[in-house]
């Protein structure tokens, strides 16, 4: 026989309470019927960095949730993180969300993604693909954990290190580490690096960073991280890369000259998430859109 305990609902701030909340929301996405979410009373909601109503955008034009999937949850602070697929009739689209969910259960967050990438600037993301990382959802062993302060200045560490790139490490990798963008690996990739005439991705994290590629990121602004999953591992972080578009021709730090990309004012909204074991980096998911130059986030109010 059940005792009360064993049939109660789970806690809204431990890790099954928070994935059955976010379960809940995603079910009622999926359905475009934002009724059956369990909201808070006020309830703050963006999407691609813009506040919006609860049921607009995405709400109401998606046709179906991909089966790849990320989780994460912060039973600290009430968070729960996701990264996966979502299909909008004829195109599917990466995917990153983040909800925070009160003391009783209902969700007073919303901060998603959608990286369009028909709408978004950013074709050489266009051949994504998305598959199970198992490492993402994998415990450290906690001989292995570092305290959430020190997780979090490894992942800031990471975007002291792209700022203003210029081969300078801030951080530590793992000798292994991978990173996936909008659905497309884009560290330890050749076939990818010849198809779009970008080399730089057939290099490993650190070495990328360690021949300065990425000086034209002018700034990594309004930085914050949410989310801290001692447990898997995992910093959600969110933020900008601002690119002014200045920077013409420069030199790596091997002596190769290169041409920027970036030749006009613009930024990266980005939800990205690291997996820290050990210290290190060994693995980075991240989803990011084109946003104005210098576009403030509504978040930096809240």
């Keep these: 026989m059940l005792n009360e305990d064993q049939n109660a609902a789970p806690s809204p701030h431990k890790r099954e309470g928070l994935y059955a909340t976010l379960d809940d929301y995603l079910d009622a996405l999926s359905r475009r019927d934002?009724?059956?979410?369990?909201?808070?009373d006020f309830v703050f909601n963006t999407e691609d960095?813009?506040?919006?109503?609860?049921?607009d955008g995405l709400w109401g034009?998606?046709?179906?949730l991909g089966d790849y999937q990320v989780r994460c949850a912060d039973v600290k602070t009430g968070q729960v993180g996701y990264f996966g697929a979502v299909e909008e009739t004829n195109e599917t689209s990466a995917f990153a969300l983040r909800l925070k969910v009160d003391r009783d259960g209902r969700i007073s967050e919303v901060e998603t993604i959608v990286v369009r990438i028909a709408f978004s600037g950013l074709d050489i993301f266009a051949e994504k693909?998305?598959?199970?990382?198992?490492i993402l959802s994998e415990a450290v062993p906690p001989e292995k954990r570092v305290p959430r302060e020190r997780m979090i200045s490894i992942a800031d560490g990471y975007f002291d290190t792209l700022q203003l790139n210029d081969g300078q490490i801030f951080t530590n990798f793992h000798p292994d580490c991978?990173?996936?963008?909008?659905?497309?690996?884009?560290?330890?990739?050749?076939?990818?690096?010849?198809?779009?005439?970008?080399?730089i991705a057939a290099l490993g994290c650190e070495a990328q960073f360690k021949l300065g590629q990425y000086l034209y990121d002018d700034a990594l602004r309004a930085r914050r991280f949410p989310l801290i999953d001692e447990e898997l591992g995992l910093v959600l972080a969110g933020g900008f890369i601002d690119h002014?578009?200045?920077l013409g021709e420069y030199e790596l730090t091997d002596g190769t000259k290169i041409v920027s990309p970036f030749r006009r004012p613009h930024s990266f909204y980005l939800l990205e998430l690291f997996k820290i074991v050990d210290g290190q980096i060994c693995q980075i998911e991240a989803d990011f859109i084109n946003v104005p130059y210098r576009m403030p986030s509504p978040w930096d109010a809240r």
């Design 178 to 199: 991978n990173r996936v963008e909008n659905g497309v690996q884009t560290t330890n990739n050749p076939e990818f690096a010849k198809r779009v005439n970008y080399p």
């Design 129 to 134: 693909s998305f598959w199970d990382k198992p």
């Design 61 to 64: 034009t998606i046709t179906g």
């Design 49 to 55: 960095n813009v506040a919006i109503e609860v049921g």
């Design 34 to 40: 934002p009724y059956a979410v369990p909201w808070a």
């Design 244 to 246: 002014s578009g200045r």
